[in-house]
């Protein structure tokens, strides 16, 4: 390929070259711009199936490897942390403890419903003692079992005397909660039988909020090590509960079957640049032009993460992406627990008066502002990529540590799940070049919805939110 140009064009893929530049600052320039493209590769493939999308949506655009490896009875927690993950606000997704099902739950129970009468007020508070009486003891329960979980693993390895958190909770746990679910329960029929009926639709939105019934297990990691390493390795992971989304298994199924189909026939998603194109920075404005993309060349050994810029003064740096199919799926919060009518009602209060009144639930950054979406998916990328000197020596020394190497949203291999490599020595530098196979599919882009809140900055006590 010709690197003469900033872009140039294969036929089967999307293909980056950039030229050596010597200024670090340039560098940096260099690899927001590489970003960019890609984003601009992405949001015209979105474009063509909403033509409007951006008025709607925000993409974030993944700094390491998350894989789509949902199955009917199993969730790996990489992808479920993209799902209920709170993004950081900023153009490009990273693993995160702040979760959305929880900044949800904080702002039910924020809601302050009418106090029809004293009788209804006592009722209101035998409501919530009776709740918190619950969630505290599920909460010790939780503690409880993970502790004992953890001890489990460390004394076993093998795996074959644990005990799955379902029989746990069965022997240790579930007598006590059942006798304060049921107090909680009775406490809320009270309570709502006392309120005018639209009152009581929104005080069983408010409980759903809290419905552990509606809770999934789903596989985490042990400890916070493990989830910044963001490994593909969860052979160690603990079972722990999450509110559920929503996910069509058989929309994997019906990407697989078609990108095997374009593997038969050595077909690959063809996204091609003119060699005049130039990057827009139309992405990192819509996210008010807050965060960085950060390098594109990324190596994760354990908890240490090591960066590298597209461009060094050493050499030119190629980078082609391919892959064999692409599919926007949805991805949503589950209606058994969140329900898009009590933020609809609510958004602008009124509040219980212990809530802080500057506290920002849909602005820029706020807790709420966008709603987890759809995900895009790629069936068994590809990259290849011809190194620097520092690039090719950060990628065999990440290898061998039995690390993760990333280029940009692609996985290149390592920890990071299922590839077929295969690499050489160019002259200072070298050569990667990285296959997915079997059925691997991983997340290149994430979409929130944008909840379109509008309040005064004058609370009302009883009004319904703008939605734009």
Same mark, same amino acid.
């Given at each position: 390929?010709?690197?003469?140009?900033?872009?140039?064009?294969?036929?089967?893929?999307?293909?980056?070259?950039?030229?050596?530049?010597?200024?670090?600052?340039?560098?940096?320039?260099?690899?927001?711009?590489?970003?960019?493209?890609?984003?601009?590769?992405?949001?015209?493939?979105?474009?063509?199936?909403?033509?409007?999308?951006?008025?709607?949506?925000?993409?974030?655009?993944?700094?390491?490897?998350?894989?789509?490896?949902?199955?009917?009875?199993?969730?790996?927690?990489?992808?479920?942390?993209?799902?209920?993950?709170?993004?950081?606000?900023?153009?490009?997704?990273?693993?995160?403890?702040?979760?959305?099902?929880?900044?949800?739950?904080?702002?039910?129970?924020?809601?302050?419903?009418?106090?029809?009468?004293?009788?209804?007020?006592?009722?209101?508070?035998?409501?919530?003692?009776?709740?918190?009486? !619950?969630?505290?003891?599920?909460?010790?329960?939780?503690?409880?079992?993970?502790?004992?979980?953890?001890?489990?693993?460390?004394?076993?390895?093998?795996?074959?005397?644990?005990?799955?958190?379902?029989?746990?909770?069965?022997? !240790?746990?579930?007598?006590?909660?059942?006798?304060?679910?049921?107090?909680?329960?009775?406490?809320?029929?009270?309570?709502?039988?006392?309120?005018?009926?639209?009152?009581?639709?929104?005080?069983?939105?408010?409980?759903?909020?809290?419905?552990?019934?509606?809770?999934?297990?789903?596989?985490?990691?042990?400890?916070?090590?493990?989830?910044?390493?963001?490994?593909?390795?969860?052979?160690?992971?603990?079972?722990?509960?999450?509110?559920?989304?929503?996910?069509?298994?058989?929309?994997?199924?019906?990407?697989?079957?078609?990108?095997?189909?374009?593997?038969?026939?050595?077909?690959?998603?063809?996204?091609?640049?003119?060699?005049?194109?130039?990057?827009?920075?139309?992405?990192?404005?819509?996210?008010?032009?807050?965060?960085?993309?950060?390098?594109?060349?990324?190596?994760?050994?354990?908890?240490?993460?090591?960066?590298?810029?597209?461009?060094?003064?050493?050499?030119?740096?190629?980078?082609?992406?391919?892959?064999?199919?692409?599919?926007?799926?949805?991805?949503?919060?589950?209606?058994?627990?969140?329900?898009?009518?009590?933020?609809?009602? !609510?958004?602008?209060?009124?509040?219980?008066?212990?809530?802080?009144?500057?506290?920002?639930?849909?602005?820029?950054?706020?807790?709420?502002?966008?709603?987890?979406?759809?995900?895009?998916?790629?069936?068994?990328?590809?990259?290849?990529?011809?190194?620097?000197?520092?690039?090719?020596?950060? !990628?065999?020394?990440?290898?061998?540590?039995?690390?993760?190497?990333?280029?940009?949203?692609?996985?290149?291999?390592?920890?990071?799940?299922?590839?077929?490599?295969?690499?050489?020595?160019?002259?200072?530098?070298?050569?990667?070049?990285?296959?997915?196979?079997?059925?691997?599919?991983?997340?290149?882009?994430?979409?929130?919805?944008?909840?379109?809140?509008?309040?005064?900055?004058?609370?009302?006590?009883?009004?319904?939110?703008?939605?734009?």
């Amino acid at each position: 390929m010709n690197c003469r140009s900033y872009v140039s064009i294969t036929a089967s893929a999307l293909t980056i070259c950039v030229l050596a530049m010597p200024s670090s600052s340039l560098a940096q320039d260099a690899d927001e711009a590489v970003w960019a493209m890609t984003y601009d590769k992405i949001a015209a493939y979105l474009r063509g199936r909403d033509s409007r999308f951006e008025d709607r949506y925000l993409v974030q655009l993944p700094t390491v490897p998350v894989f789509a490896n949902w199955t009917d009875k199993a969730q790996l927690f990489s992808f479920y942390s993209v799902a209920d993950g709170r993004p950081v606000w900023g153009p490009t997704w990273a693993p995160t403890t702040a979760l959305f099902s929880e900044a949800y739950q904080e702002f039910v129970d924020a809601i302050q419903l009418p106090q029809v009468s004293p009788a209804s007020a006592q009722l209101e508070r035998d409501y919530t003692h009776a709740s918190d009486n !619950y969630a505290n003891e599920l909460d010790r329960q939780r503690s409880n079992w993970l502790q004992f979980d953890q001890r489990q693993r460390k004394n076993d390895k093998s795996g074959k005397t644990w005990l799955t958190r379902s029989a746990w909770y069965s022997t !240790y746990a579930n007598s006590r909660l059942l006798v304060l679910r049921n107090a909680k329960n009775a406490a809320l029929s009270n309570y709502v039988s006392s309120l005018p009926a639209t009152y009581r639709t929104h005080a069983r939105w408010i409980e759903a909020a809290h419905n552990d019934a509606a809770m999934i297990d789903v596989r985490m990691p042990s400890t916070a090590e493990d989830m910044n390493a963001d490994s593909a390795d969860a052979t160690s992971w603990r079972v722990d509960t999450r509110y559920p989304y929503v996910f069509n298994v058989q929309d994997l199924k019906t990407l697989r079957d078609e990108g095997e189909a374009a593997a038969l026939a050595n077909k690959w998603t063809e996204w091609t640049f003119s060699s005049s194109a130039v990057s827009s920075d139309k992405h990192k404005k819509s996210w008010g032009g807050r965060g960085s993309y950060g390098k594109f060349f990324r190596a994760r050994v354990g908890v240490s993460k090591t960066e590298e810029s597209v461009t060094t003064a050493e050499a030119a740096t190629k980078i082609v992406f391919g892959f064999r199919a692409i599919a926007q799926v949805p991805l949503n919060p589950a209606n058994t627990w969140y329900k898009r009518s009590l933020i609809n009602a !609510y958004a602008c209060g009124p509040f219980k008066p212990s809530v802080d009144a500057n506290k920002n639930w849909f602005g820029a950054d706020g807790a709420l502002s966008v709603v987890p979406s759809s995900v895009v998916l790629a069936f068994r990328p590809k990259v290849h990529a011809e190194l620097s000197k520092s690039q090719y020596e950060l !990628y065999e020394k990440t290898l061998s540590a039995n690390g993760g190497f990333s280029v940009g949203p692609f996985a290149v291999g390592g920890r990071y799940g299922d590839f077929r490599r295969k690499e050489s020595k160019v002259g200072n530098g070298g050569t990667v070049d990285s296959e997915g196979i079997g059925s691997t599919i991983v997340v290149i882009a994430v979409l929130y919805e944008k909840l379109g809140v509008e309040c005064s900055k004058t609370r009302p006590t009883n009004a319904a939110a703008t939605l734009r």
